[in-house]
């Protein structure tokens, strides 16, 4: 670097020394031509802009050759600095998703009542699915030849045959109800958790096959009591129910 420095100096130097003895033998010629006067002046001019140039040059390697200040060093990490604070503030972050809510715990006397009203929703499905099945099919046979679907089943009465199928429509809609009547129970009770009501349904078939009696000593004076538990609807009617089984087993003991 001050090689370099030495180096560019030179030059200066002599351009300095040849300004000033341009300038000395101008005043030495004050008084001559005035085409000496033009020339000298116009040598003077260019020897001043040779120095410029050569001050510029010199000042240029300096820089170049000179360590970046510390503010240089911190040009970029500031930069990058604003674009991520610009982009921050430009975006909207989106708000996260709200925690899904802990299902409670049933209580037994809650599960039983709830399972007690289920039943009631399915009992409720089946008496409207099946009437409307009973409508429907009494209005499509209305609609049909009877005599022949008569002669045709073995040669049956049409009475019987309008019965019979107004009794499979019946049945049929029978069968469907406790799917529309679940559905509804669902809705109804959207507070309450599928998995819970599921794991509390297990356990609890799981204490019925547990404590029932069998069945297969059950006898007209003495017949299974609530053999599937489904007239259970609190714990005071379950611990009833564990009553009836003992009394069963007792009574049967004492027949044998």
Avoid at 75 to 90: E, N
Avoid at 135 to 143: E, H, I, M, N, P
Avoid at 204 to 223: C, M, W
Wanted: aromatic share 8%.
């Amino acid at each position: 670097m001050f090689c370099t420095s030495a180096s560019a100096a030179a030059p200066l130097r002599a351009a300095a020394l040849g300004t000033l003895r341009i300038q000395a033998s101008a005043a030495m010629m004050t008084g001559s031509s005035g085409y000496s006067t033009t020339a000298t002046r116009e040598r003077t001019c260019s020897a001043r802009r040779q120095v410029a140039s050569i001050r510029e040059k010199k000042r240029a390697m300096a820089g170049a050759l000179s360590p970046p200040s510390s503010s240089a060093r911190h040009i970029v990490p500031r930069t990058q600095h604003q674009q991520q604070q610009r982009q921050s503030s430009t975006t909207v972050a989106s708000p996260p998703p709200p925690p899904a809510a802990p299902e409670q715990p049933l209580t037994w006397n809650t599960f039983l009542h709830l399972r007690r009203r289920r039943r009631y929703y399915n009992v409720g499905g089946s008496v409207l699915t099946s009437l409307s099945s009973t409508l429907l099919g009494v209005s499509f046979l209305s609609q049909q030849d009877i005599d022949a679907i008569g002669s045709q089943l073995y040669g049956l009465d049409p009475f019987m045959v309008l019965g019979l199928a107004t009794v499979g429509f019946g049945v049929a809609g029978w069968l469907a109800g406790p799917v529309l009547g679940g559905l509804a129970f669902k809705i109804v009770n959207r507070g309450v958790g599928g998995r819970v009501m599921a794991e509390k349904e297990k356990e609890f078939f799981t204490r019925i096959r547990r404590h029932r009696v069998d069945p297969s000593s059950q006898s007209f004076s003495n017949p299974v009591p609530d053999y599937y538990g489904e007239k259970i609807g609190s714990v005071q009617q379950y611990r009833q129910w564990l009553k009836d089984q003992r009394a069963y087993n007792k009574k049967r003991q004492s027949f044998l």
